[in-house]
């Protein structure tokens, strides 16, 4: 099993449609217990959270954002946690929105100090 997320800042390696998660989100994760939470802002987000479970590499949680806009999103997740070369953290997702139509795959990689 890949280390725990806990106190990882994760961001989207690439951006998604316009008024979604983008390279700019950034996304603070919490984990405990096979429980994971994160906050997340930035770019087409205000507000951001996440809440779900881990079990193993496999992450399944539902979200909910608040747009800049001023309108509000849901959906859920399922992502696989992979530990790249380098030692950071990637999840690969697979998403659909629950509010609204649409469905997609992102990915998402930890951010350190050095990272540009």
Do not use: N
């Not at 994160?38 to 951001?48: I, S």
């Not at 992979?82 to 030692?87: R, T």
């Amino acid at each position: 099993m890949a280390r725990s997320l806990d106190g990882l800042t994760l961001a989207p390696v690439a951006d998604q449609a316009p008024g979604q998660v983008g390279t700019r989100t950034r996304f603070a994760y919490h984990e405990q217990d096979g429980v994971i939470w994160a906050e997340y802002a930035g770019g087409d987000v205000v507000r951001g959270h996440l809440v779900g479970t881990r079990d193993g590499d496999r992450l399944d949680f539902r979200y909910v954002q608040l747009k800049t806009d001023g309108r509000t999103a849901s959906g859920h997740c399922v992502s696989t946690v992979v530990e790249l070369p380098d030692g950071r953290v990637r999840l690969e997702e697979t998403w659909e929105w629950e509010s609204q139509p649409g469905s997609g795959t992102s990915v998402v990689e930890q951010v350190t100090e050095h990272a540009p």
